[in-house]
């Protein structure tokens, strides 16, 4: 019954490796968002789809970029990870006007 | 610009009492969704309750109920007869309603203890 799938929910890279995160949905809905939280504060949103049409945060770094291959499936790519960029990551999804609905998150650890 | 404030960094409830969670807003639309979020140690964050901006009356949904005060533009959260699995960190969001894919801004989170 699970509906936002994150895999994997841990994942050890190390300094500088390039590292990707899956988000899969079985809601059939059009927009598919990415957050990174760290330790003690609220999720930042990175970037989000409306369908196929990408829209990256203004402070989204350029390390992080996204795919969207199918309306089910969405991708964060981290090309250069630094010990600051390890966090929980989000996903979640919605339709439009209504409430996003999030994964179970993934904890990076960069060593 | 959107904002979300919530003052309780941390709260403390005993098994079956009742709790409020504080959080105000500050947006100049006048059409907007409230939202509150749970999110226990696992990390997942789990959707509890939503409130429109237009909905005359306050949105419950189980043990959950949210207390909507729009011209002090308050949405605390009101969870009755709380229980230990309650304890979680919970966030207040908000979305302007009728921008389609606006995202969420959330506040900082208020962290509750259920205390046996």
């Known amino acids: 019954d699970a509906m936002v799938i994150q895999n994997p929910r841990y994942q050890v890279t190390q300094f500088g490796k390039p590292v990707t995160l899956s988000c899969s949905q079985t809601l059939n809905h059009n927009v598919m968002y990415w957050y990174q939280q760290k330790s003690s504060q609220a999720p930042k949103l990175l970037f989000h789809y409306y369908d196929k049409d990408f829209n990256n945060e203004a402070d989204t770094p350029d390390n992080f970029q996204s795919r969207r291959p199918n309306t089910s499936f969405c991708f964060l790519d981290i090309r250069s990870p630094g010990l600051g960029d390890a966090a929980m990551y989000l996903c979640?999804?919605?339709?439009?006007?209504?409430?996003?609905?999030f994964g179970p998150g993934t904890r990076l650890l960069v060593l | 610009a959107q904002k979300i404030t919530q003052t309780q960094p941390g709260m403390f409830v005993q098994e079956k009492e009742a709790v409020t969670l504080d959080c105000t807003y500050d947006t100049s639309d006048q059409s907007y969704g409230l939202f509150w979020y749970k999110q226990p140690s696992s990390g997942e964050m789990i959707f509890l309750i939503y409130q429109g901006s237009y909905d005359e009356q306050n949105a419950t949904e189980g043990r959950y109920s949210l207390n909507f005060q729009k011209a002090r533009k308050s949405a605390n959260l009101v969870i009755s007869a709380s229980q230990l699995g309650d304890s979680a960190m919970y966030f207040c969001?908000?979305?302007?309603?009728?921008?389609?894919?606006?995202?969420?801004?959330f506040g900082k989170g208020t962290r509750l203890s259920v205390i046996a």
């Open positions: 979640a999804t919605s339709t439009i006007l209504e409430t996003q609905y």
């Open positions: 969001a908000m979305r302007e309603a009728y921008s389609g894919n606006t995202p969420l801004v």
